[in-house]
């Protein structure tokens, strides 16, 4: 893993299985970054990045990362960065699937 990304921040990685994009909440892997767990402080990210390593390990998650995030006014993290934000809304080549057919 890279250098953290400033805060807040959530942590993003793909199921090993699926492929799918998920994000780490407060009771385990989402599908949602609606969902995620913010990491406001430093130990925060650190316990984050800690059940990241833990999942790494057991094989379940792959390239698991911090991303620096924004909060809308409902308090909904939005990824700062680009590939973040398009990686929430899944799959761009056929918009009749994955999460972007769920909106």
Do not use: C
Not at 6 to 17: E, H, S
Not at 20 to 45: C, N
Not at 50 to 59: L, R, S
Request: hydrophobic fraction near 40%; proline fraction near 8%; charge should be negative.
């Amino acid at each position: 893993m890279s250098k953290a990304p400033p805060l807040p921040a959530i942590l993003i990685a793909n199921d090993l299985l699926s492929g799918d994009v998920i994000f780490l909440g407060s009771t385990g892997w989402e599908q949602s970054h609606r969902k995620a767990a913010i990491a406001r402080h430093t130990d925060e990210a650190d316990a984050l990045l800690a059940q990241a390593a833990i999942d790494f390990k057991a094989n379940r998650i792959v390239d698991p990362y911090l991303v620096h995030i924004a909060q809308s006014p409902d308090g909904e993290p939005v990824p700062v960065h680009y590939r973040e934000r398009m990686r929430t809304l899944g799959p761009t080549t056929r918009l009749d699937l994955g999460k972007q057919a769920e909106a």
